[in-house]
Nanobody, 129 residues
Framework: QVQLRESGGGSVQAGGSLRLSCAAS????????VAWFRQVPGKERELIAA????????DIADSVKDRSTISRDDGKNTVYLQIDNLKPEDTAVYYC??????????????????????WGQGTQVTVSS
């Protein structure tokens, strides 16, 4: 079974950057839609970025648009999330998740947390002002 592991979180000052990594075990990872969610205590887990197989479609949430990039390196079984110009409101636990459903086209991105079957353990990002 494919397992996901996030890394790259930490504490950073506002205006700084982080690159989060989601490394997967298992060869089927390249077939999955992979997404990044984040969650703060007391709030719903928020989908902030997703990338389809081969990177044919990339979605970025408005909350991080224009300062975030999601990319994948299937040779390394890794998906990255780069966030620049970090703000205190970006403080959260960041999770990567994979949707293992095989869709008829490569442009569908599920938006519900329940659509993603595989999850990492999360990595904390703390942004100080």
């Amino acid at each position: 079974q494919v397992q996901l592991r996030e890394s790259g979180g930490g504490s950073v000052q506002a205006g700084g950057s982080l690159r989060l990594s989601c490394a997967a075990s298992g060869s089927a990872f390249s077939d999955y839609v992979v997404a990044w969610f984040r969650q703060v205590p007391g709030k719903e887990r928020e989908l902030i970025a997703a990338i389809t197989r081969d990177g044919d479609r990339v979605d970025i949430a408005d909350s991080v648009k224009d300062r975030s990039t999601i990319s994948r390196d299937d040779g390394k079984n890794t998906v990255y999330l780069q966030i620049d110009n970090l703000k205190p409101e970006d403080t959260a636990v960041y999770y990567c998740a994979a949707d293992t459903t095989s869709y008829p086209n490569n442009y569908y991105v599920a938006t519900l947390r329940s659509d993603y079957e595989l999850w990492g353990q999360g990595t904390q990002v703390t942004v100080s002002s």
